[in-house]
């Protein structure tokens, strides 16, 4: 293998890791750093399972390489929690019951934060369109609307105390 | 011990109540386990050669090559699978299924797999392999190979369920026929008949976990295997069947399961993994992709019927008929009976016939998704249904109350009813405040009616309590969207604790007795029944102990309130026992207190859904967008509503997408064009409205708690009640299923002349 040598950051913490040129983001993230929630539904980019941020910017993990993460910042949900502290779209996706089989989860959840960061007060309609690169079979999607309208609510009257 | 199964209209204090499912923090940090997520150490990684053909001869597989490249450490072909089978033809086929046997039969097929020491080089040596295929005439269209002179997909099958027995070969693998009365002279009396011709295209259960699995086998015939599946159990089975081992030495576990509606009920490349961990001597991780995943794994019939139904001027039902053509791809299936069993199971019919033909094509086997059949045969009655009303210048809604099935209906499929809620859901729909919505330009309304049997099955629980008196209850079924939150309720509601002390764990193969899959809705149905069971035999050894602490007869002793209390005066002194008490004192008093059932939980009730819809169909693109959406079933009683209420609004996504959108698109060459979730499009967050949701609790008499099943019957209805809207929307009646863009421009088109 012509690996090559990459450090980035992965949830604040610095990481190095060789991998051959080829390698997606996903795979390094799965099966190099152990960071297996980070999901694969499709290895297309079609449905959002493996959703990540690298510097903020929500991308699909599938179509990354690992060795674009040299000297970036990469956050999945691993790092959504602080300390031990669930984010509160991770509180509300549990009290909504916004997950069924909840494999599709890390990435909406991922999904949803970057969302929210971007738009503190989204729409029903901003929501939807917000999370549309994410699929999920089991819901129908409304409870994890309305697991994103609460959590989004929360994180603003946070905001203002 | 046994216990009375029947409904006793008993009071709840937890059962019923919206508490937060024990897995959440697992699943929300990503820490759950699901069939790709685990590792072992020196482990290969297996990838599968599939079938660029619709039918072929496999003339010759040369892995020389392949095994040649350093890094590759087995590689199986069909050669590699000798006959276990001992002549049972369904095991054959789902082995033949696996690996193919000397001839491909659908594009995706599988004819050969390699385990090597990392995907990269596995990926390589499946190039190295040279697969010599004499190409052989497909059908992939199901009227189409019906018809005369249709390549034949086996030579062995001949078509069951019809006299004289067939002597010659045909596609049509079964006829089954379901019904009663006289038809004829039922359609002889009725005022007005309508009849209709429908189509529906191939879905795929469309989970967003592809199948995946890490297999070890051993020269000496034991194995593990994890996998992400319906049936642990069922596929220990299989497996053991497959490749000749002892059941008790394969123990099956099952991961987190990432979606499976039906499609993880059955093994696609277990088998093949644990072969090549056999040959290899190590263990053996093989992941599908989603190109395999939509190839070779999966959906259900595409389908052809011909629906009938007669009736008088007053508005009641004379006879009824249904053919229904549904493919089942290379291998035969059950899934034309299920269409014609379902197919007016909601309505109270004197006459009544339908005939299923299950039909062999060119495409993969078919698999059980979410309501077997039954959202087919629904859109073409309940279609026919919304034109007969017209005719009969009467409201869909009252028609259908009109013709309703009540307790006592013989079902046009056998049995006679219980206690139904088809009935109610109907009123419920038409007393629904969306009726009152007003409708703008290009928007119309539809509704339709859904059945669906349910299941019970095999069931084994176990229930341990710890030394502090919290609770270990242990499944043998999947939890697929919440169970686990439910069946902690069930225990914490027998013993009188808090739902926080139970703990629920899915065990393996080896920690309990057989469990069948969980399929037909069981889940919290049967896992349930044998909990409530297991927690009262828990009780009866709580009491022993509380007797034998009072030293006074256990006759004495009553559990109330998740206490042992002492009846009687006489006993007025001895205050009560609580479980934690009794507990605490366990190691002294005999020692672990467990309780233990095993049941075959028969009497699932049966389930009724009404759906209610509002569509806009923009006459220029023929794209149709969902504005309201309601649905409306009999949930027996809801455990937990929010998971029930999850699995009403998860059918009816599916069965939109299914109904606008979703199909199997195949080429003259007989090969799946859209493999992929690009242009395979299921329903994404902004096609869809918010779904409203009403649970109806009709009690199901044969549960304690009068539980049915809730997960399947959500997707039974929406793809006749989306057709009856956009009928209703464009002024032209749709029969062919989905009704995407350009079929319903099609359709637009065509009636404008």
Sequence with gaps: MNGVTVSTTVNGDAVQFVCPPSESLLDV????????????????????????????????????????????????????????????????????????????????????????????????????????????????????????????????????? | MPYETAYTNQGFNLVGSRVNRPDGIDKVTGRAKYGADVNAAGQLVAKVLRSPHAHALIKKIDTSKAAKLPGVKAIVTGDDFPDHTGGNRSMMDILENCMARGRALYDGHAVAAVAAIDG??????????????????????????????????????????????PTTASNVAQRSEFGHGDVEAGFAQADIVVEKTFKTEQTHQGYIEPHACLAQLGPDGSGELWVTTQGHFTFRNVCSTLLGLDVAKLKVTSSEIGGGFGGKTHVWTEPVALQLSRKANRPVKLVMTRDEVFRASGPTSSTSIDVKIGAKKNGRITAATAELRYQSG??????????????????????????????????????????????????????????????????????????????????????IYGPIGIGPTLQAVKDHPHMKRRLGKNQGRGMACGFWFNFGGQTCTDLNIGVDGSVNLTVGTVDVGGSRASLALIAAEELGIDYDQVRVTIGDTNSLGHNDTTEGSRGTFSSGMATIFAARNAIEVLKQRAAATWDIPVDQVVWEAGEAR???????????????????????????????????????????ASHLVDVEVDPETGSTRVLRYTVIQDAGKAIHPDYVEGQFQGGAAQGIGWALNEEYIYGDDGCLQNPGFLDYRIPVCSDLPFIDTQILEIPNPNHPYGVRGVGETSIVPPLAAIGNAVSNAVGVRMNHVPMSPPRILKAIEDAAG
């Excluded at chain 1, 297309?44 to 990540?52: K, L, N, P, V, W």
């Excluded at chain 2, 028609?399 to 006592?408: E, M, Y």
């Excluded at chain 2, 005066?569 to 004192?585: D, G, M, V, Y």
Aim: aromatic residues 6%.
């Design chain 1, 29 to 161: 993230l799965r099966n190099r750093l152990n960071l297996t929630g980070v999901k694969e539904g499709c290895g297309t980019g079609d449905c959002g399972a493996c959703s990540i941020t690298l510097d903020g910017r929500l991308v699909c993990a599938c179509l990354v390489l690992g060795a674009e993460a040299e000297g970036r910042e990469v956050g999945t949900v691993e790092g959504m929690s602080e300390n031990g502290e669930l984010h509160p779209l991770q509180v509300q996706f549990i009290e909504n019951a916004a997950l069924q089989c909840g494999i599709c989860t890390p990435g909406f959840l991922v999904a949803a934060k970057a969302l929210l960061e971007r738009n503190p007060n989204p729409t029903e309609e901003e929501i939807r369109y917000g999370l549309a690169g994410n699929l999920c079979r089991c819901t129908g999607y409304d409870k994890i609307v309305r697991a994103v309208q609460a959590a989004a609510k929360i994180m603003r009257k946070g905001r203002k105390s």
């Design chain 2, 120 to 165: 990269e080089t596995a990926d390589k040596a499946l190039k190295l392999i040279k697969v010599t295929y004499k190409k052989l005439p497909h059908v992939t269209d199901v009227d189409a190979a019906m018809a005369e002179g249709a390549p034949i997909i086996h030579d062995w099958v001949r078509t069951a369920g019809v006299q004289p027995a």
């Design chain 2, 330 to 415: 290379a291998f035969p299936g059950m899934w034309a009976m299920f269409g014609a069993m379902t197919s007016f199971a909601c309505y109270d019919l004197k006459n009544v016939k339908s005939v299923g033909y299950d039909v062999l094509v060119n495409r993969p086997k078919v698999a059980a998704y979410r309501a077997p059949s039954a959202p087919m045969a629904a859109f073409g009655v309940e279609s026919v249904m919304d034109m007969l009303a017209a005719e009969l210048g009467m409201d869909a809604v009252e028609f259908r109350i009109k013709n309703a099935a009540k307790k006592g209906t013989k079902a046009s499929y056998g049995p």
């Design chain 2, 566 to 608: 002492a009846k009687g005066k006489q006993n007025s002194n001895l205050p009560p026992l609580t479980l934690k008490e009794i507990a605490a004192k366990s190691p002294r008093t005999g020692g672990p207190i467990a309780g233990h059932n095993e049941v075959v939980a028969d009497g699932a009730g049966v389930s009724f």
